[in-house]
C-alpha cells in the first residue's frame, strides 16, 4: 500500500517544512509515503468561497483513481486517539488496497464533490489550526501510528 497526502499550497516556514520533511523521512522506513503539493488556485480575491472550494475540489479529484481510497482531513468527521488510528491503518493494509489518500483541503474545506467521491472524513481535532501545522500533526500521527502497530517505544500509554 502506498499512502499519499494531498494538500494545498506550499509550506513557507522553513522550520515547519524540516519538521515535516523529518517524520517523512521516518515514515518511509514503514510505508511508501508521499506528499502532492498541489499549487494555490491563482486569483482568489476575485472568487467566491464556493468558487474557490469547487477549482480546488476539480483538482483534488484530478488526483483520485477510481479505486483509491480517498480520506478527508475534516473537522466534521471522525475523531480518533493514536491507538485507534494505527488500528485504522492496519486495517486498510489488510484489506489490500494499493493507494490510500489523504486530503488537506484549502482555507474554506471541501466542495461538495470532492465530499461525494470520499470513503472517510477524518478530524485531528476539534480545534482549528492553520493547513501547514495540520500537515505536521497528520506526519506526525502517521509515524506515530505504524509504531504503534510495531510495538516501537515512540508511544507511550
Same mark, same amino acid.
Do not use: C, W
Given at each position: 500500500?502506498?499512502?499519499?497526502?494531498?494538500?494545498?499550497?506550499?509550506?513557507?516556514?522553513?522550520?515547519?517544512?524540516?519538521?515535516?520533511?523529518?517524520?517523512?523521512?521516518?515514515?518511509?522506513?514503514?510505508?511508501?509515503?508521499?506528499?502532492?503539493?498541489?499549487?494555490?488556485? +491563482?486569483?482568489?480575491? *476575485?472568487?467566491?468561497?464556493?468558487?474557490?472550494?469547487?477549482?480546488? !475540489?476539480?483538482?483534488?479529484?484530478?488526483?483520485?483513481?477510481?479505486?483509491?481510497?480517498?480520506?478527508?482531513?475534516?473537522?466534521?468527521? +471522525?475523531?480518533?486517539?493514536?491507538?485507534?488510528?494505527?488500528?485504522?491503518?492496519? +486495517?486498510?493494509?489488510?484489506?489490500?488496497?494499493?493507494?490510500?489518500?489523504?486530503?488537506? !483541503? !484549502?482555507?474554506?474545506?471541501?466542495?461538495?464533490?470532492?465530499?461525494?467521491?470520499?470513503?472517510?472524513?477524518?478530524?485531528?481535532?476539534?480545534?482549528?489550526?492553520? *493547513?501547514?501545522?495540520?500537515?505536521?500533526?497528520?506526519?506526525?500521527?502517521?509515524?506515530? !501510528?505504524?509504531?504503534?502497530?510495531?510495538?516501537?517505544?515512540? *508511544? *507511550?500509554?
Amino acid at each position: 500500500m502506498q499512502i499519499k497526502l494531498l494538500a494545498i499550497g506550499k509550506t513557507d516556514n522553513k522550520e515547519l517544512k524540516s519538521l515535516i520533511d523529518s517524520y517523512i523521512k521516518r515514515l518511509k522506513h514503514y510505508v511508501k509515503f508521499e506528499m502532492i503539493i498541489l499549487p494555490d488556485i +491563482k486569483n482568489v480575491k *476575485h472568487l467566491s468561497q464556493t468558487e474557490q472550494k469547487k477549482r480546488e !475540489g476539480s483538482l483534488i479529484n484530478s488526483m483520485v483513481n477510481p479505486s483509491d481510497v480517498l480520506v478527508l482531513l475534516d473537522e466534521r468527521g +471522525k475523531q480518533y486517539d493514536s491507538k485507534d488510528f494505527s488500528l485504522v491503518l492496519q +486495517k486498510r493494509m489488510n484489506s489490500g488496497i494499493k493507494n490510500l489518500i489523504f486530503v488537506i !483541503g !484549502g482555507p474554506y474545506g471541501f466542495d461538495k464533490a470532492v465530499y461525494a467521491r470520499a470513503n472517510q472524513e477524518l478530524s485531528l481535532s476539534k480545534m482549528t489550526f492553520s *493547513h501547514q501545522m495540520i500537515r505536521l500533526f497528520f506526519v506526525e500521527q502517521l509515524y506515530r !501510528g505504524f509504531t504503534i502497530l510495531r510495538n516501537e517505544p515512540y *508511544h *507511550h500509554q
